[in-house]
């Protein structure tokens, strides 16, 4: 996977892959959208839901630049939640690409630095108390190869588009995602594409269409009720 650092329109830093020209996340900012997308509607809502719940256990299904594991990271540390989180990822940044990420800047947080690089310093497989209250496990492999005797509050499903890997997003792997989930449990994902919808149907998902981040139109949140 050739890919190179760029900066979004909100001057936080992404990943594009050069030969499709995919990038890890919206062009018009990243931290914008990791913001909207996983912790406005994902994380903040099901905080409200399970009526301000102190333990919840997050999973993300592309991990990459650990953008939306590093904002969960802050909420949690904000609001006092413990937090579970795991991090699904085939393809792991290398040292130097996480050096060029500009989070930690851009979030005004550069006493959190450390805290991000143990982000990316995880063996494969290994859980890591990242501070007290919140727990960090790095799956390095595919989805598909993911086994879990745990169950989720959240998932954050930030795959590459349907148009790239279109695997990840079929009623096989949203049936996979329903079964990981407890009662109440939310999926949140970028995507609003009709057979994404259709497919979360299927396997039992209640699914809301909402407003997307900037320069997105829709977006859908899942529920398991």
């Not at 989180?85 to 690409?97: N, Q, R, V």
């Not at 497989?125 to 799956?139: G, P």
Request: net charge positive; aromatic share 12%; proline share 3%.
């Amino acid at each position: 996977m050739k890919r190179k650092i760029i900066i979004t329109d909100d001057g936080s830093s992404s990943l594009q892959l050069i030969n499709v020209k995919e990038q890890y996340h919206s062009t018009f900012g990243a931290i914008q959208e990791a913001r909207f997308v996983y912790i406005k509607k994902g994380l903040n809502h099901i905080f409200k839901t399970l009526k301000n719940h102190k333990n919840l256990a997050v999973l993300e299904m592309g991990f990459g630049t650990g953008l939306n594991a590093f904002l969960t990271y802050l909420y949690a540390k904000k609001h006092k939640i413990n937090i579970n989180y795991t991090g699904i990822e085939a393809y792991p940044l290398s040292a130097d690409e996480v050096l060029q990420l500009n989070y930690v800047s851009q979030l005004n947080v550069l006493n959190e630095i450390k805290v991000f690089a143990g982000f990316h310093s995880l063996k494969p497989n290994e859980i890591k108390k990242i501070t007290a209250n919140f727990k960090l496990t790095f799956f390095r492999g595919f989805l598909e190869n993911f086994e879990s005797k745990s169950k989720y509050n959240l998932i954050y499903f930030d795959a590459f588009s349907p148009g790239i890997q279109p695997e990840l997003w079929t009623e096989a792997i949203f049936n996979k995602m329903f079964n990981l989930l407890n009662p109440q449990g939310v999926l949140v994902t970028y995507s609003a594409k009709g057979q994404v919808r259709r497919n979360m149907q299927e396997v039992g998902f209640t699914i809301e269409r909402l407003p997307g981040p900037t320069g997105k139109r829709e977006m859908l949140r899942a529920t398991k009720v």
